[in-house]
């Protein structure tokens, strides 16, 4: 028996703050800054390139590369395209490992 493999965007699950908020709290979570850019990208995404970087006052392409997994985006594009999602960015005592 063949199993299918089909094609997952973990984009398309994002369709509110809400879900937005879970999701970018677990890549934020992970301390890695490259995962953390690529989730932001995911997001990018599911909010839309083109409606985003209007909103935000910045080119497609600069989304693009700013929220790779080899980009490095600013604070400020960071916050405006929280912003534009619908999210703030939380801040919480770090818990010691066991």
Request: hydrophobic content about 40%; aromatic content about 6%; overall charge negative.
């Amino acid at each position: 028996m063949s199993e299918k493999v089909y094609d997952y965007d973990p984009a398309e699950a994002l369709e509110n703050p809400e879900a937005i908020a879970i999701f970018l709290t677990d890549a934020l979570e992970t301390g890695d800054p490259a995962y953390i850019a690529k989730a932001m990208g995911v997001v990018d995404r599911a909010k839309g390139m083109t409606q985003l970087a209007h909103e935000i006052g910045l080119s497609r392409e600069q989304l693009y590369r700013s929220f790779s997994e080899q980009g490095n985006p600013t604070l400020k594009t960071l916050l405006a395209v929280m912003h534009a999602c619908g999210v703030n960015l939380k801040v919480q005592p770090h818990k010691p490992a066991a």
